[in-house]
């Protein structure tokens, strides 16, 4: 392990909510491991850090003496604060219909005040994507019926805020497409069956019918961008159609949830004949496309490595070396765990693909600076760095591991509390007579 040489840096300054945390060891990912070393953070940013660093007597200091310092890390798919009990449909706010919704925000609609955040942000998770429907919602396992196509803006968040406008890091970080695919059953292995099996002919003539709709909506926002740039006479507002133009210009992705080989084929074939760009979600058997992935430089979030094998016959591990075979082919990747009740073990999920083939230091790099990286948000958060948001967990061990305790974390600079309905009903329990 590399560490830091010294450093010596003077803070005269005292400004709003400032504080220094000395005698910790520190973990930038972006540098050398710092150790015995202190950040100093003021108005929610990092000012200074290094192996030795004075500041004013008049700041507030924390003794972090034997503990660790590491990034807040990010959980790249989730539906945090959108939905609450998932069985409880008034608790959540993730079933717009319509075919084609580019225009609907999901960052409006979190409730800053969901039992999931604290609960999620206590394991060292101080980021999270939030996607405006679960992929089951987009058509994985799709049923009968019309299904989403374009479902919405994703946004970036930090883990905690008044409200929705103090939590956005980023409003609209890419927009969730369920890219059509020929699908001839309605569950995955372990799932339980549902339904009967789709006749293949039918599945291919559904499948068409959806890409065929898909090229139609996005030859109908180029119009529309090119009449909106000339001005031309006559011209109205379509808030779908102009949600579109970000995309179009390439400033916001697509978030294209492709599980297979194929449907990962078929999707990059798309963005290139439509020169977007994408971000795969959901990858779970990639195959030979991983080739084609690497070639097109597009990043992939991955679900949970500790999932069941997609088909029964695939072999058991699958899914645990599935990151390990992305670090190998050099994609860029992220995790996410598609879910909120379990979102604060993202750590953990992690963890297993180390055990089956990933460098840990590429694992805690998909959890910060990489997946922050792919995000367009890697200015803010993501890595220990003076002039970034001070976000980051204050550990008594390596964050991956199950034993360790968070003792500390901060977010733009505040002390979060650790505070959750767990440890209130433990306590509500303990102390009844």
Known sequence: MKIAKFLLFTVPLVAQDSFILRNVTIHPVTSADIVGGSIVVANGKIVELGAKVTASKSIKVIDGRGLHVYPGMINCATQMGLSEVTSVRESNDTNEIGEFLPQVRAVVAVNPDSEHIPVTRVNGITSSLVLPASLSETGRGAGTGPQSILRG???MIHLDGWNWEDMAISRNAGVLMRFPAIVTRRAAFGEGAIGTPIPYNEAKKTYETELKKVEEFFDSAKHYQAAKMAKAAGFKLNVQLDAMIPVLEGK?????AAQKERTIRDAIAFAKKQNVKIILLDVTKPGKA????KQNNIPVVVGKPTSLPEDEDDPYDASYSLPGQLYKAGIKFAFGTYDNQFARNLPYEAAFAVAYGLPYEEALKALTIGAAEIFGVSNEIGSIEKGKSADFVVTDGDPLEVRTQVKMLFIRGK???????????????????
């Open 153 to 155: 803006q994703s946004a």
């Open 252 to 256: 916001v992705p697509l978030l294209i």
């Open 290 to 293: 991983l080739d084609v992935i």
């Open 415 to 433: 002390n979060v509390s650790l505070e959750t309905k767990q440890t209130r009903l433990y306590e509500k329990y303990m102390n009844r007579k």
